[in-house]
């Protein structure tokens, strides 16, 4: 029982890593806090549904969802760069526009898999074990993903990606676009979030419009977990801080529910998780501002008695 | 090399803090010039810099580099052409990545970036070479992040990397201004060194006018937008910080007030 929770934990968090990369991309190669993620990822899940449901090959389906991911971001990124609206709203209008997109495609606001093929039945049916099925398959979908952007982050074009987020000013003056570069960047990254919406759907056997919701979140403490794991500056290890951070942050919900916790607070747990990650510095620079406070005033003491 | 035609800045057009910046410069600038270009604060010689560039697009006029018309390119279409160092030393590099993948990225200046990876053998070794030409040590450091470096490093690797993949033009923007006295000397010989390799047309803003002669062929003077003197062959070798400082209360008739040029004299 244990165990089948643990790995059920697993499948959940590989899946979730794919939406993980997909935030951690944007917010910490190229420093845009995007936002489309909370439609990208329904976007990838109703799109293959819909595939699915009629008939076409889930693979393919699985593939065009990813390229439908890659759609929105680069929407995003125009409406950010070209008509220069800040990157958050960008992100926030996208992310509204597909929640109307999604129940289009969709026709409704709920589709069931449990019968149909999915990537994960085809593979079943080649002979797999079907209790490991899914841990395989992801397993091995995420180490892919996770060295094609390992390489991708180290070619001339990823690079200049990098810079775009470090030093938009240098790339600039070196001849990057910056502008294509944070489309691209925007691109890739929502691709991957619809993907990881595109396994999560398949896995749990059916796609609702409202599972976007939150998303941003729990990518982001994924990226966060996985950096206080893995501190490191180099990209490989970096990438894969964030599949782990997103395996524990799993285990972690996984342990609040056994705990008690009703499904519905999870988020707000998430939520005060990821602020407290990224609060800590400054909460740190707090406390070491009173104890130095404390301790110049416990040496100004006797001073003044002297006088 | 560089000609700049009734050249007009003005930002906030038409507003009630419209500020007529650049006002009808003209400049032309044969290959192989250094000129370095001084003038109290709000003179334009940072728009003009700018301009250069391609930050900033003018009003009116045209900028020519190479006997081609760029007025309209912006910044990274005319990174084939022309090499920057900025005054902040944090602005010329990548302080999250590597030594050498900041020079990888130079590499590519102006040319399509692909799928192939940034940095491989060959490559590295062309870095330790141009980096030990610097003379700082940072040949042994490739896989260092430039946020590990000091301001000087920073800069004179960023000069390195203004200057490779071959551009014609060079615009340095006070960018020994924020190093301290000592680097900023090592700056500068390093600058003359490589300029001198490469043959580069140059365009260097300064508020140390000491530095303004020294450094070189020929020097303009700025003043509330437009260029009130240009100096060159025997008058320039003959003139001293106290002439020019003359020239300028003549030329515009009140002093001139910088305090850092003042600190500089």
């Known amino acids: ?307 | 090399m560089l000609r700049l035609n009734k050249l007009h800045k003005i930002f906030n057009y038409g507003k009630v803090n419209e500020n007529h910046v650049l006002k009808d410069i003209n400049l032309h600038v044969p290959k192989g010039d250094f000129i370095t270009i001084i003038g109290s604060n709000g003179a334009g010689k940072s728009t003009l810099l700018n301009l250069v560039a391609g930050v900033f697009f003018p009003e009116a006029g045209t900028v020519e580099i190479n006997g081609e018309e760029v007025t309209a390119w912006p910044v990274y279409k005319r990174a084939p052409l022309v090499g920057r160092v900025f005054q902040d030393p944090l602005q010329g590099t990548a302080a999250e990545m590597t030594i050498e993948e900041n020079l990888s990225l130079a590499v590519k200046r102006g040319q399509t970036r692909g799928l192939k990876l940034g940095l491989n053998k060959e490559r590295r070794t062309e870095f330790r070479r141009l980096l030990a030409l610097l003379e700082l040590g940072l040949e042994n450091r490739l896989e260092c992040p430039v946020k590990l470096l000091s301001g000087g490093q920073r800069q004179a690797l960023t000069l390195l990397m203004a200057t490779i993949g071959d551009p014609q033009l060079l615009l340095l923007d006070e960018y020994t201004a924020a190093l301290d006295p000592k680097t900023a000397k090592q700056i500068i010989a390093i600058t003359d060194r490589i300029v001198t390799q490469h043959h580069l047309t140059v365009l260097m803003v300064t508020h140390d006018l000491k530095q303004a002669l020294a450094m070189g062929n020929r020097t303009i003077m700025m003043d509330r937008g437009e260029i009130i003197l240009d100096l060159k062959g025997k008058e320039r070798e003959q003139i001293t910080v106290n002439d020019l400082l003359a020239k300028f209360a003549a030329r515009s008739g009140r002093e001139l007030t910088d305090d850092r040029i003042l600190l500089n004299r």
């Open chain 1, 1 to 307: 029982m244990w165990l089948n929770i643990l790995q059920g934990t697993i499948e959940q968090g590989l899946a979730f890593s794919l939406l993980a990369l997909g935030v951690y991309l944007p917010f910490r190669i190229l420093d845009f806090p995007d936002l489309t993620v909370e439609g990208s990822f329904p976007l990838g899940a109703s799109v293959t549904a819909v595939l699915i449901i009629n008939g076409v090959n889930p693979f393919l389906a699985t593939l065009l969802a990813f390229f439908a991911g890659m759609l929105a971001g680069m929407l995003t990124g125009i409406i950010n760069t070209k008509l220069k609206i800040t990157g958050l709203l960008a992100g926030i209008l996208t992310m509204t526009s597909l929640y109307s997109i999604n129940l289009r495609i969709m026709g409704r606001s709920n589709i069931p898999l449990l019968r149909e093929t999915t990537i994960l039945t085809v593979i079943k049916s080649w002979g797999l074990p079907e209790r490991y099925v899914s841990l395989i398959v992801f397993t091995l979908l995420v180490l892919v993903v996770k060295f094609l952007l390992d390489y991708f982050l180290a070619t001339e074009i990823g690079m200049a990606l990098r810079a775009t987020g470090d030093s938009p000013i240098m790339i600039q003056s070196l001849g990057g676009n910056t502008d294509h570069l944070k489309i691209l960047g925007l691109g890739l990254a929502n691709g991957l979030v619809a993907f990881s919406g595109a396994l999560t759907c398949q896995y749990q056997g059916f796609t609702d419009v409202g599972m976007g919701i939150g998303m941003i979140v729990i990518g982001l403490a994924s990226v966060i977990i996985g950096e206080v794991v893995i501190r490191t500056s180099k990209i490989i290890f970096a990438t894969l801080g964030v599949v782990i951070g997103s395996i524990i942050y799993r285990l972690a919900i996984a342990i609040a529910l056994q705990l008690g916790f009703a499904p519905t607070d999870l988020k707000i747990v998430t939520a005060l998780l990821v602020i407290l990650a990224l609060g800590a510095p400054t909460l740190r620079n707090f406390m070491i501002q009173d104890e130095f406070a404390e301790r110049l005033m416990e040496r100004s003491v006797p001073d003044a008695q002297i006088k």
